[in-house]
């Protein structure tokens, strides 16, 4: 099956700075790569995903690169703020009918 | 409101004895889900459902048993817990992966121990 490796485990970076999160994953069938946030005792969220036929997604602060080739995709996330603390899992899917493969999850910390 | 819920957020029981965690989602999802959390292992998933009638296991399926006799729940039975089933669950739920919304709905999550 699929193996999502992600790193670093922890990150921590100044109010204003950028951060940047990788992950990689082994199957090259996988076409579908959401990010999901974890905020302290909540529930993960989605804020962001890109597709295989796309290399770039932006929404604002955040965006999300994928490079089909070396099977890598990352979240950027810049001007941080202290209210993007939180726990990041990455995640691979080969779409249809298939299940979902998180990473290990990276926690932010955002020092103001 | 659009939502998944899940109970009960907290459960402590002791190993064997049978409990099951109740995840019904109001938005007439196609495809749910049952993840567990544990530190530095992220999320793993236990069992899917994309359909009514129709479940396959994820990657932790040991342990765990589910249902999907209606389109809106899907419980997760633990027949014998044991202490290596302590964790946090999570229920998700997405429209239909088959129609390219994969958009994961998580549910609050509960916090199961097993003494």
């Known amino acids: 099956g699929e193996n999502v490796e992600q790193h670093p485990s922890t990150l921590s970076v100044q109010e204003g700075d950028s951060a940047v999160i990788k992950c990689t994953y082994s199957d090259s069938a996988s076409n579908y790569f959401p990010w999901y946030k974890q905020e302290l005792g909540k529930r993960p969220q989605l804020i962001i995903d890109?597709?295989?036929?796309?290399g770039e997604k932006k929404d604002q602060r955040i965006a999300v690169t994928l490079n089909k080739t070396a099977k890598h995709f990352s979240l950027h996330i810049t001007e941080t703020q202290p209210e993007d603390s939180a726990v990041y899992f990455c995640?691979?899917?080969?779409?249809?009918?298939?299940?979902?493969?998180f990473g290990t999850g990276t926690s932010l910390t955002v020092i103001p | 409101e659009a939502q998944v819920t899940q109970n009960p957020r907290y459960l402590i029981t002791v190993t064997g004895k049978k409990l099951t965690v109740t995840c019904s989602q109001n938005m007439n999802h196609e495809y749910m889900s049952w993840y567990r959390q544990d530190p530095g292992l992220g999320l793993r998933q236990i069992y899917y459902s994309m359909n009514v009638e129709v479940t396959d296991k994820g990657d932790v399926p040991e342990g765990y048993k589910v249902s999907r006799k209606e389109k809106r729940n899907f419980p997760l039975i633990l027949e014998s817990p044991s202490p290596n089933q302590t964790s946090l669950y999570f229920c998700a739920s997405s429209l239909s992966l088959s129609l390219k919304s994969e958009k994961l709905f998580f549910g609050s999550g509960t916090q199961l121990s097993v003494l």
């Open positions: 890109i597709r295989s036929n796309v």
């Open positions: 995640a691979a899917s080969l779409g249809t009918g298939n299940q979902f493969y």
